[in-house]
């Protein structure tokens, strides 16, 4: 896998290593740049080479920088892992293993939860027991416009619950960064072949104009032949005379 740093990640070898990728700027320009993803939810982020360290860039976003890949947090998914951290456990053995429901969500109809059923069983993997790469719980309940509870609730009930195994969650992580990188592969080969293809029609231009200058040169060459021919005869006339 291929990556690159900037000139001051060079010369600091502790620094995180990301992705390149293509990103286009307001004006339409490609332009290098880095990205982000995260390991929970796979939300992604780019930013722009500069002389700053990437990953100060990603923190200044909000992102959790991890050690690898694997550790990336985006900003919602810290926001949710810290209101976690900070949310007091009851004291009651039995009471803690009830989770408390907010009361400021709205009941969820029949239609709704076969919905969001339906959503989810399109995007679930069986075989890992979790979402296909790219969705979540939270990505769910943006993409249907729903609360995030009746997504948790209807996949926690009928799909089980999402299996946090590092292993999986580095593999497909690194999963979708290479496919991420191979994207942007692809898109800078196809930029370096039009460029190619502009200067075979450059060179092919450029060489049309040789050949024009070069026949040219040829005639003049052999006027200039007639003329010093004419000359000579004109020289030995004169001398004659």
């Not at 075989?127 to 995030?148: C, E, F, P």
Request: glycine share 6%; aromatic share 8%; hydrophobic share 35%.
């Amino acid at each position: 896998m291929t990556y690159f740093k900037s000139k001051i990640e060079e010369r600091r070898h502790h620094s995180r290593v990301f992705p390149f990728v293509p990103i286009r700027d307001g004006d339409g320009r490609t332009l290098k740049g880095f990205v982000i993803t995260c390991s929970q939810c796979f939300a992604e982020a780019e930013v722009k080479r500069s002389n700053m360290l990437a990953d100060m860039l990603f923190q200044k976003m909000g992102w959790e920088v991890g050690k690898n890949s694997a550790h990336d947090l985006c900003p919602a998914c810290v926001a949710r892992r810290d209101h976690k951290e900070k949310t007091p456990m009851p004291a009651n053995d039995d009471a803690a293993k009830k989770i408390a429901k907010p009361t400021d969500v709205p009941p969820m109809s029949r239609e709704e939860r076969r919905l969001i059923w339906r959503a989810i069983e399109e995007r679930w993997n069986e075989k890992i027991n979790r979402y296909n790469v790219g969705w979540s719980d939270t990505q769910m309940a943006q993409h249907l416009g729903v609360d995030l509870e009746w997504v948790v609730e209807v996949r926690s009930t009928d799909f089980g619950e999402v299996g946090d195994d590092p292993k999986v969650d580095a593999f497909l992580s690194d999963q979708e960064t290479l496919r991420k990188e191979m994207t942007g592969l692809t898109t800078l080969l196809q930029m370096a072949q039009r460029e190619m293809g502009e200067m075979t029609v450059l060179h092919n231009k450029t060489e049309e104009k040789m050949n024009g200058f070069v026949k040219h040169h040829g005639k003049l060459y052999e006027r200039v032949q007639t003329l010093t021919a004419l000359a000579e005869q004109l020289r030995s006339t004169m001398e004659r005379k």
